[in-house]
């Protein structure tokens, strides 16, 4: 069992940077595919990027366009989302999920996932 707790939203203006937290409970964390997702108003649910269990592999989305850098500290249970050059298209709320698969295998796709997190705003303005 995993739970997750995002953190670290807000309002921005364009060109500024959020830093996301993920923070989790339970004793596989550090066995955990991460991933982050979002999900903007009125629009389906897409995947940010992903990070592997130990942290030496990511993968990002297209969009992301070296803008966002995924990272996890497995001490302290916690994955980040550092996001800078934010544009008003990245508000939407934010989501972390946890894949208890070890391999780094489909991780673009909101099925591997098994747990969740609430989610958390983030608004850029122009």
């Known amino acids: 069992q995993v739970q997750l707790v995002e953190s670290g939203g807000g309002s921005v203006q364009t060109g500024g940077s959020l830093r996301l937290s993920c923070a989790a409970s339970?004793?596989?964390?550090?066995?955990?595919?991460m991933g982050w997702f979002r999900q903007a108003p009125g629009k389906e649910r897409e995947f940010v990027g992903a990070?592997?269990?130990?942290?030496?592999?990511?993968y990002y989305a297209s969009f992301v366009e070296g803008r966002f850098t995924i990272s996890r500290n497995n001490a302290k249970n916690a994955m980040y989302l550092q996001m800078n050059s934010l544009k008003p298209e990245d508000t939407a709320v934010y989501y972390c999920a946890a894949d208890t698969n070890i391999y780094f295998i489909g991780v673009g796709s909101e099925s591997v996932y098994d747990y969740w997190g609430q989610g958390t705003q983030v608004t850029v303005s122009s």
């Open positions: 990070i592997n269990y130990s942290g030496g592999r990511t």
């Open positions: 339970g004793r596989t964390f550090s066995r955990c595919t």
